[in-house]
Structures are given as C-alpha cells and as structure tokens.
C-alpha cells in the first residue's frame, strides 16, 4: 500500500478509540491521536517514527484534490481546508511547515450534527433560537467545543423557524441539512475570499441568521457589528478564557481613541457570550463541557458600556444573575464535582478561581462570607476543653483553607 492512500492509515487510527477527537503526523514522532485532552502514540499499518518524506507525502495525498489548499500552503506555508472519509467522518484540516518539513493536524467532525441533548448543553441556551438580532459569541481555547456548540444552536433553528441562515466558515465543519430553514454554507478559500468579503455580501443575501466561523480581524469584526445593528442574529466565535477577556479581546481590535463608541455599539448589540471548557469524565468515558454564560440586562449593558471597576465586574453581575439564566465557571464546576462527574482535582485545574471554588465546596459562597464565618468564629467563647486527639486520616484538598 502507498503512503499516498491516506485514508487506510486515518481508518486504524480512528479505530483506537470512539472519543478520538484529533490526528496528529509529525516528522520525528509515531502518528498521534488525542483522546480526552491526551496525546497516544499508535502505529496504523506499522508505521513508526514519520520521517520528513512521509509527512509530506501524507500532506499531498490529503491536498492532492484541493488545489486552493496547495496554493495557500505553498504561499504561506501554512493552510487550512477539509477532508472526508465517504459514509464515516469528516476532518478540519491544518498542514503547516516546520523545521523544514510538514505537520499535520487533524479535527475529527462528526457526520451527525450535535444536538443541546447530546453535549449536554444548558437548557436555557435553547433562547437563542428565539432571538431575532444581536451577536451571539461563543468563547474558548482551541478543542472546547466552540463549533459543536454552535452547529447544535442552527441546527435547533432549523428545525424550528423557517429561516434563511448564511454560514461563512473556515473551513466547513458540520454538514447541516435543508429543514425548516434554507441553509447555505460558504467555505472561505473554495466559495468566498475571507471572512469579511463573505459577511459583506451576505447583508444582500437577504439572511435571517448569519454564522462567522471566527471573528478574527477588525473588518469582519465591524461588518459583523453593522450585520447585528440592522436586525440580523449573528453567531460567531472567539479564543477568548472568559466574557471579560472577551470583551477586552473585541475592544482591542479598535483604535483607542473609538474605545467608547465600540463599548455602546457592543453594549446594544451583543446578547450572549457563553464560554467553555471540556473537563475529563471522572470515568474516563470522554469530556463534558463547563459553560459560563453571560447574558444581556441593563446591568451586563451597564458594565460593558461603562468598563468594569471594583466591585462591578461581568463575572459580578454573571454570579448574580442565575435568574437571568447566567452562569459562572466555578458554579458549574462544583456542581460537577459535588455529581461525581468530574474530579476534584480537574475541577481545580479547570477552574477560574481555585480559593473560591474550594470555599463554594465548603459551603461558603465568596471569600467575603468565609471571612465572616472566620469572624464569627473568633467571637464565640472557647471551649472547656480541648477535644481529645484524634488519629490522622490523611489530608484532603479541601482541608488546605481550613
């Protein structure tokens, strides 16, 4: 068999494991698959360490019916583009250059498009169907599940509304179906230019809801403001930790002398930024997704308008506003811990604030209110004697704020 028939050599190596979410060829190493956040090396048809020539030709084989995939890799040594196993799977693909030789990396996208159900998603996430303008951000590092996350929102429109909803995405992921909704999806490089070109001609494309796999630059951040200004719902993506960063993030894109105007156009326009981060299963079946969602009220309005000062912070107004459907990181992580889905010790590493994550476990809500309990504590009278020593049973994680 030849090296240039990639497709035997990804078939054992997806055969590894059902939670394979990435392939990975690089010259010097075994063929890698990472499952649950880890890195396995396997040896698909006996291979071993790749040498330079192998990865290459690997990248060829994979570029080999994509000749705008090949330009680009050849212009800027890098590229991004799609690659399909027929009636299996589908892969986002990025070949890039180094130390003289090729790497590749590859997404594994399922056929089936993600359902709330399936990633197991925050019922009150089902809202966003129902809004008809404004940005929707979703937010995270690289492999959180932005783009399931995602596909499972238009994929909920779609069998819900009778929408025409323009996907402008680098490079398709998720194949969608016509349902209720006429779903177009454009793929940057093969059907459109960039990112900002494609957004710009999708206001005269007469859309409902308008997907941008990324918003990676000012331009496309702009047209993506105006799209929502003019009454359209637009999704979008960010590598952003959190609400907070994702705000700075937008802003930054700005010359400093616009800083207030962009914090009044975002103020108004945006609607959600929901935030994840993929904890390994306690079980080691696979990972589940902590969401953070910051959600539009005249106080999240206030913040983003005004900036964040002490005392109000996004993450302020996310913990207080439960009733609204918010959510912050921390909440939902000791809830996953206190279920025995994830443990302790991934909460702690996945965690925005480990003290206070520590402090919620014990009962207490904030540093503030272990403060008082420690007050409370130092008021009352001593006892008549000291308790009778007991035998060490080992320290836990929790016993370190005590």
Known sequence: ?????????????????????????????????????????????????????QTELIAMSILRDNADAAMQLARTRTSDLSYALPGKCRFRVNIFQQ????SIVMRVIPHEVPSFE????????????????????LTGPTGSGKSSTLAAIID???????????????????????KKCTINQREVGADTKDFASALRAALRQAPKVILVGEMR???????????????????STLHTIDASKTIDRIIGLYPKNEERIIRTRLAQTFRYIISQRLIPKI??????????????????????????????????????????GMQDFDSVIRKLIETKLISLEDGLSYSTNQNNLLLQLKGLSSTEDYANASRGMASMPPPMAPPPPMASTGSSVLDMIE
Not at 20 to 33: A, I, M, R
Not at 305 to 322: H, N, P, V, W, Y
């Open 1 to 53: 068999m030849s090296l240039l028939d990639v497709a035997p050599i990804i078939e054992q190596m997806l055969l590894v494991s059902d939670n394979v979410s990435d392939l990975n060829f690089s010259c010097g190493q075994k063929p890698q698959v990472e499952i649950n956040g880890k890195l396995h090396s396997v040896t698909p048809l006996g291979m071993g360490r790749l040498t330079a020539y």
């Open 99 to 102: 130390r003289n030789s090729y």
């Open 118 to 137: 399936s990633l197991r998603l925050p019922p009150q996430l089902a809202d966003i169907c129902e809004i008809r303008n404004g940005v929707v951000l």
């Open 156 to 178: 909920q429109i779609n069998e819900t509304k009778s929408y025409h909803i323009v996907t402008i995405e680098d490079p398709i992921e998720f194949l969608h179906n016509h």
């Open 217 to 235: 630059d000012l331009e496309t951040a702009e047209i993506a403001l105006e799209a929502a200004e003019t009454g359209h719902l637009v999704l």
């Open 283 to 324: 079980d080691g079946s696979g990972r589940i997704a902590a969401v953070e969602i910051l959600k539009s009220n005249p106080r999240t309005r206030e913040y983003i308008e005004k900036g964040e000062s002490e005392g109000k912070t996004l993450l302020d107004a996310i913990r207080d506003g439960e009733i609204d």
